[in-house]
C-alpha cells in the first residue's frame, strides 16, 4: 500500500515562514500532479497549491505570492514553502497526489495532515 507521509507543520508568528515536504513511498509510481489542500476550522477542503510532473505550479488566489510548491521527481517529494504566514492560513495541511492513467484509470493518496497555527 502507498502511503504519503508529511511533515513540517507547528505554530508560527503572523508573518512567519514554514516549509512543509511530503514524502510517497516508493510503491507510488508515475505521479502525475502533486498538491496542497488545506482544510481551516468548520471549513471544507481547499485546494492550495498544485504543480504538475513538468514542474508547472498553480496557486489559490489567497497564497500568491507567498507560498512557493515545488517537487522533486527523483525523490517523490513535494514542498510547500509558506511565507507572510497569515493567522487566516491557519489550517490541517494535506498532501495530495495524483497519478498518471493507468488503463485509463487515475489513482490518487492523501496524506494525514499536518497543523498549521498562525498566531501570535
Known amino acids: 500500500q502507498g502511503r504519503l507521509v508529511e511533515s513540517g507543520g507547528g505554530l508560527v508568528q503572523p508573518g512567519g515562514s514554514l516549509k512543509l515536504s511530503c514524502a510517497a513511498s516508493?510503491?507510488?509510481?508515475?505521479?502525475?500532479?502533486m498538491e496542497w489542500y488545506r482544510q481551516g476550522p468548520g471549513q471544507k477542503r481547499d485546494l492550495v497549491a498544485s504543480?504538475?510532473?513538468?514542474?508547472?505550479?498553480n496557486y489559490a488566489d489567497s497564497v500568491k505570492g507567498r507560498f512557493t510548491i515545488s517537487r522533486d521527481n527523483t525523490k517523490n517529494t513535494v514542498h510547500l514553502q509558506m511565507n507572510s504566514l497569515k493567522p487566516e492560513d491557519t489550517a490541517v495541511y494535506y498532501c495530495?497526489?495524483?497519478?498518471?492513467?493507468?488503463?485509463?484509470?487515475?489513482?490518487?493518496?492523501w496524506g494525514q495532515g499536518t497543523q498549521v497555527t498562525v498566531s501570535s
Open positions: 495530495h497526489v495524483v497519478t498518471s492513467p493507468r488503463n485509463g484509470v487515475r489513482y490518487n493518496w
Open positions: 516508493d510503491s507510488i509510481f508515475e505521479i502525475d500532479t
Open positions: 504543480v504538475t510532473k513538468g514542474g508547472i505550479p
